[in-house]
């Protein structure tokens, strides 16, 4: 017996310490290709940096309402500073919790002096993916603030679970609301952001869930009638984004209560807007709980790009639906033709070497190369704020063009 | 002519008596090593890997927002290296004593490596950990730096833990060449044993010596350790731990050592 006990108590360590060294051994980052290969943007001008140096500052709920990242344009910087690395991360299994898939570098300075001789700069505010982290889009933020934008990143308290989905449809559109207000504060004089942003210059950008809240906060309206019909005909097609329905339909009675509502509308939900917003740019985002009637609310000029196999925020659901009715003027529609969901998020250069083995989804892609697609997505968003925020004509003229001239990109706009 | 045939007999009973008592003690002190570098394979990854997965290379900022958010986490994984370190001293005095008779300063050396090895381990990894722990606590007179110099400065002190880990493994490499040596020289354990430590503590000499001479092949090498070091540490752990060493080869090894003063 006490043979048995032992050999037990020897093949369980062994087995344990054989599953930890494997662990440790496949959660450690690893240099993968794109690393190696530098980045060479080869499709125009709007997919390269702009003219600004990129300053970049992290704002703890000491300094602000929530926790923030600001990229902005900043003085030249000393020559020699090493580059920075950004984490692309998902908060697992707290709002505090990130579980960082993959490292990129940067190029921002830390703390650098911001340039004021050329501000004030318009201002974007980007709304990361559900539970994931602003670092993740650090590569986009940089691009804008190189192009004299500055971008300002809400970290949304959230993580991983479908269950509190529901939460971020109210919190999300109010986490941007309350950017915009502390940013009024703070570029009054004596504030940290004095002389820095255009206040009345504000564009808001958004990926995934982000796409949502970035639709909401420039005048889309939910619409419950419209919501659940389409829900209704996913379910019977079994398309992907009963996901979604599974996640809100159950709660939309909880939805009203947390925006302080008597009850849930039928039709149209109250708008969740600040009229200030001049543009919105939706990268993969979910639209279907607008429906047609609630994204015919929106006005101010938009762009969507969607990746036309994503399961997470279908085409037809988030990216086509937004281009086909809002009511702006000014709209454009990118389509990437076979990517996928997480094409928007952060680059690669150093993964989980569990993800060198098994492809998971988050940094590899059926049918797109990550940094290709990161140079398609910069230069038709930089070229949108540019034209919208900035009135620079050669990027409106970018916009106006029916050509094609990337392959697998499908690219129309009306107003341009 | 009756008492010396008794005292003779007396001497035969006492070394039949010592040599059973050093057959049990030498039994357990076998399982003990197995038990305590079978405690150090599993608690090493776990302990690493919670510092791998909140330490972001080059991310000051997720770094500290990781540390902040999971200190406790972060302090169970030094606890974890500091239960480490202290078994690698008692384990060090018991492979000593279990070596010795092949040769008694080779067996001092290996077992000086090991626990210089442990201290260094000491030293380091869990000063640099305190050290993050302080920059990150908030007290007040870190207030004379803005938060990304306090962001950069926990992560210079873990970047600092990374170099650390290739000063440790020297002493590791040279402990494992010599146990391995020993081994091979023992006839109480097979030679195919010593074989393994020895290819483990090329592979450690390699991982150290290769990362700071040519930083790029640092994953390589990581890898290399693992395949080369595992076998023969766990292969080792388990032979003491089930079959232990040849008893009557290490007495016989034992009382020569004896004999030689060597």
Known sequence: MRKLLFGTFVVGLVILGVLAQLGSYLLALTSTAAELQATVNHIGPFATSGPHTVGVRRLTVDEAPIPMTVWYPAVVQAIGVPSLTYSYAINMLGPNSSITLATYKGRAEPGATPDMTQGPYPLVVLSHGFAITSSSYAWLAEQLASHGMVVVSPLHREYLDPGVLWRSTVTRPKDILTVLAYVDEEVKSGGELEGLIDVATVAVVGHSYGGYAALAAAGARMDTGAFTAACETAYTSNDPVVFLCDALVPHLNDVAELAGLDSRPTELWPAWTDGRVDAVVSLAGDAVMFGGPGLAELVVPVMAIGGTADTDSPFMWGTGLTYNHASSSRRAEVALEDAAHLIFAGECDNVRRIMTLASLGFCSDPAWDRDRAHDVVKYYVTAFLRSELKRDHQAAAVLALDDHRFPKVRYRAVGY | ?262
Do not use: C
Request: a neutral charge.
């Open chain 2, 1 to 262: 002519m009756a008492t010396a045939k008794s005292e003779r007999s007396d001497t035969r009973g006492t070394g039949a008596q010592a040599t059973t008592t050093t057959k049990t003690r030498l039994k357990r002190l076998t399982r003990i090593a197995g038990i305590l570098y079978l405690a150090i394979f599993v608690l090493y990854p776990l302990s690493t890997s919670v510092r791998s997965t909140l330490v972001v290379p080059g991310d000051a900022a997720t770094t500290v927002q990781n540390v902040v958010a999971n200190e406790t986490l972060f302090r169970w994984g030094m606890a974890g290296e500091a239960t480490i370190f202290l078994i690698e001293i008692v384990l060090a005095g018991v492979l000593y004593v279990l070596l010795r008779p092949v040769s008694r300063w080779m067996s001092l050396a290996a077992a000086l490596a090991r626990a210089s090895e442990g201290v260094v381990m000491a030293a380091a990894n869990l000063f640099t950990s305190i050290l993050t722990l302080v920059v990150v606590g908030g007290a007040g007179y870190l207030a004379a730096f803005d938060t990304e110099q306090r962001d950069a400065l926990a992560l210079l002190f873990q970047d600092a833990n990374e170099i650390v880990i290739l000063l440790w493994g020297l002493f590791f490499a040279l402990h494992l060449v010599l146990l391995g040596l020993l081994v091979y020289w023992s006839q109480f354990f097979p030679r195919i044993l010593g074989i393994l430590l020895m290819l483990a503590g090329v592979g450690y000499f390699a991982q150290s010596f290769g990362t700071v001479v040519a930083p790029g092949l640092a994953g390589v090498l990581s890898t290399g350790v693992l395949v080369l070091a595992i076998p023969g540490e766990l292969v080792f752990a388990l032979w003491l731990l089930i079959r232990g060493v040849d008893m009557d080869k290490w007495h016989t090894r034992a009382l020569e050592a004896i004999e030689s003063q060597l």
